[in-house]
C-alpha cells in the first residue's frame, strides 16, 4: 500500500528511544523528511537520525514549555518548509510514583504534571495547524496510555492529562476536518516492550499478558506502524477516534 508519505514532513517528539524511536523510522521508511525531538537524549535521537540519513532532523524539545515548541516549528519549517504531521509522543512523568496516595503527591509535582503533558501537546498542535489549513492537509496524532482506561494507583495525574488529550483531539478533529484533508487521532497503547523499559514492566508484564487476546505484549513497532497508518496520506476516514493497540486488552 502507498501511504502517499514520500516528501511529507513529519514532527515526531520523544523520538530518542521508545515507540517514538520507532514512529520516526516508520516514516522515514515510506520516504517522509522526518524531525526527531529529544529531551535528554541527543545521542540516542542522533544514532537514530544516522540510521534515516538526509531526511532526518535533530531538535531539542521541552515539553510544555512555549518557546521550545516554537523552536521546533520553526527549525522544520527552515528545512522544509511545510509540516504535513504532527506525532506528540512525548511525555512527562517527573514525580510520579506507581501506588502512591494520589492524595500526598506535592501540590507542584502533580500540577506540572498535568499542566506539561496537557499544554505541551495542544501547543505544538496549535502552531503546525495553521499551515495544515492553508495548504488543506495535516495530521495530528496524539500517544496517549492505556492507563487512561485500565486505572492504576499513582497514575491519577497523568492519566487525568492523557485524557485531556482525547477530549481535545475529539473536538479538534471537527474544527480542521472542515478545511480539508486534516485529521486527527489518538492512539492509546497498553503495556508496551520497549529497548528501554524492560526491566520496569517486568513486575507488571505476566499479569498484563494474561488480559491480552493475543496472549503477548505487543512491541514498539507494533504500535508505531499504526501511529504511520493514521498519520499518512492512506488514512482518508478515520478522525476523531481513540485507537486502542493493546495486544486485545
Given amino acids: 500500500m502507498d501511504l502517499g508519505l514520500d516528501g511529507r514532513t513529519v514532527i515526531v517528539t520523544g523520538a530518542s528511544g521508545g515507540i517514538g524511536r520507532e514512529v520516526a523510522r516508520g516514516f522515514a521508511a515510506e520516504g517522509a523528511d522526518v524531525v526527531l525531538t529529544y529531551r535528554s537524549s541527543p545521542e540516542e535521537a542522533g544514532r537514530v537520525a544516522e540510521e534515516i540519513g538526509e531526511h532526518a532532523l535533530v531538535v531539542p524539545y521541552e515539553l510544555g514549555d512555549s518557546d521550545s515548541a516554537r523552536a521546533v516549528v520553526s527549525a522544520a519549517l527552515d528545512w522544509t518548509g511545510r509540516i504535513d504531521v504532527l506525532v506528540n509522543n512525548a511525555l512527562f512523568t517527573s514525580g510520579w510514583e506507581p501506588g502512591e496516595s494520589f492524595e500526598k503527591v506535592g501540590e507542584d509535582a502533580w ?52 485524557a485531556a488529550v482525547h477530549g481535545f483531539s475529539r473536538s479538534a478533529a471537527f474544527s480542521l476536518g472542515r478545511d480539508g484533508d486534516i485529521l486527527s487521532n489518538v492512539v492509546l497503547p497498553g503495556l508496551t516492550a520497549t529497548a528501554r523499559n524492560e526491566e520496569r514492566i517486568e513486575p507488571f508484564s505476566r499479569r498484563y499478558i494474561n488480559l491480552t487476546a493475543v496472549g503477548r505484549l505487543l512491541d514498539a513497532r507494533e504500535v508505531a506502524n499504526a501511529v504511520v497508518y493514521l498519520g499518512s496520506a492512506a488514512n482518508t476516514g478515520i478522525t476523531g477516534q481513540t485507537i486502542s493497540v493493546t495486544g486485545g486488552v
Fill in 111 to 162: 500540577r506540572e504534571m498535568v499542566r506539561r503533558n496537557v499544554e505541551g501537546y495542544l501547543e505544538l498542535s496549535r502552531l503546525v495547524t495553521p499551515g495544515m489549513r492553508e495548504r488543506r492537509f495535516g495530521r495530528l496524532v496524539h500517544i496517549s496510555s492505556g492507563l487512561v482506561d485500565e486505572g492504576m494507583a499513582g497514575a491519577e495525574y497523568y492519566a487525568t492529562a492523557k
